[in-house]
C-alpha cells in the first residue's frame, strides 16, 4: 500500500508540475469596469493557516483605509470533512467582496475520507485522491461564478518528511485542478519556505532581511514574521494581477526577501 500511494503521488506531482508550467502566467477573473470602490474588501478564507495569513495581511494593511479584510478562514477544517464553500457564501453575504484568498491543506494530512462513520477512502490511496481533486475543483468553480480575484496560496514544506508528502500530494491537486482554471491564480510557498535542496527551514529572512524564527514549533503554522512575509507575497500578486487593488495599494518597499 505505501509504495502504490508513493507511485501515485510521483504521477500525480508530474502531471501537476508540467501542467504548471502552462499555468504559471494567470488570467485572473475579469474585474468589473468603472471607478474603483472607496474601498476594495479582501475575503481571507481556509483553515488555519489562512486565518494566520489574515493575520499577517492585517498587520501589512492596517494603515491603509481603502483596503477591508474579511475574517472567514475557521481552525480544523479541510476538503475531507466538508466542500468548505460555506466559507465562500458567508464571504459574500457579509457584504461586498472585490477579492478572494485561500490557504488551505494543513488538516487534511493523512485523513481518510469518511460516511456515516464507515471509511470511503484512506488517504492518498487512487480514491481519495479522486474524491479530493472532486472538491477542490468545485471549491474553485464556486469561488470562479463570483468573478473577482481569486488567490489560491499553496502549502509550505512541512518539518517533517511525512508531513511534506502529504502536503506535496495537496499541492499537486490543486495545481492540476488550477492548470484548467484561468480564473485560479496560484501562489506558491515551497520554495520560499525550503533551502536550495528543498529541506524545512525554522529560521529564514524576513521582510527586512533579518534571519528570524519563521515557521511553528508544529512545523505546519507560521511565526508572526513568517505570516507577514507571506502576506506580502500574497498581496504583491494581487496588485500584479488587479488592476482596482494596484490603484489603491500605498507604496511598498523592496523587501529582502530570500
Request: net charge positive; proline share 4%.
Amino acid at each position: 500500500m505505501r509504495f502504490l500511494a508513493r507511485a501515485l503521488l510521483a504521477c500525480l506531482l508530474a502531471a501537476a508540475f508540467a501542467r504548471a508550467t502552462v499555468h504559471a502566467q494567470s488570467n485572473p477573473a475579469p474585474e468589473p469596469n468603472g471607478e474603483v470602490p472607496e474601498r476594495l474588501t479582501i475575503a481571507v478564507i481556509g483553515d488555519s493557516l489562512g486565518d494566520g495569513l489574515w493575520q499577517g495581511l492585517y498587520l501589512q494593511l492596517r494603515h491603509n483605509k481603502r483596503i477591508v479584510l474579511f475574517r472567514g478562514a475557521k481552525r480544523s477544517v479541510g476538503f475531507t470533512t466538508s466542500d468548505m464553500t460555506e466559507q465562500i457564501d458567508a464571504a459574500f453575504a457579509a457584504g461586498p467582496v472585490d477579492a478572494l484568498v485561500v490557504m488551505i491543506g494543513a488538516n487534511d494530512d493523512r485523513k481518510s475520507f469518511f460516511l456515516n462513520g464507515r471509511s470511503l477512502a484512506l488517504f492518498a490511496t487512487e480514491r481519495w485522491t479522486e474524491l479530493y481533486r472532486g472538491r477542490v475543483e468545485s471549491f474553485m468553480d464556486h469561488a470562479g461564478g463570483r468573478k473577482v480575484p481569486f488567490l489560491w496560496i499553496t502549502l509550505p514544506v512541512m518539518r517533517t518528511e511525512e508531513m511534506s508528502r502529504a502536503a506535496r500530494l495537496v499541492n499537486a491537486v490543486v495545481i492540476e485542478a488550477a492548470a484548467q482554471r484561468p480564473h485560479v491564480t496560484l501562489v506558491s510557498t515551497w520554495r520560499l519556505t525550503a533551502d536550495d535542496k528543498g529541506t524545512y527551514l525554522p529560521y529564514f529572512n524576513d521582510l527586512h532581511g533579518r534571519k528570524r524564527l519563521m515557521r511553528h514549533a508544529d512545523g505546519v503554522h507560521f511565526s508572526d514574521p513568517g505570516y507577514e512575509l507571506l502576506a506580502h507575497v500574497t498581496f504583491s500578486k494581487l496588485v500584479e494581477i488587479s488592476p482596482r487593488f494596484a490603484a489603491v495599494a500605498s507604496a511598498v518597499a523592496d523587501a529582502a526577501v530570500r
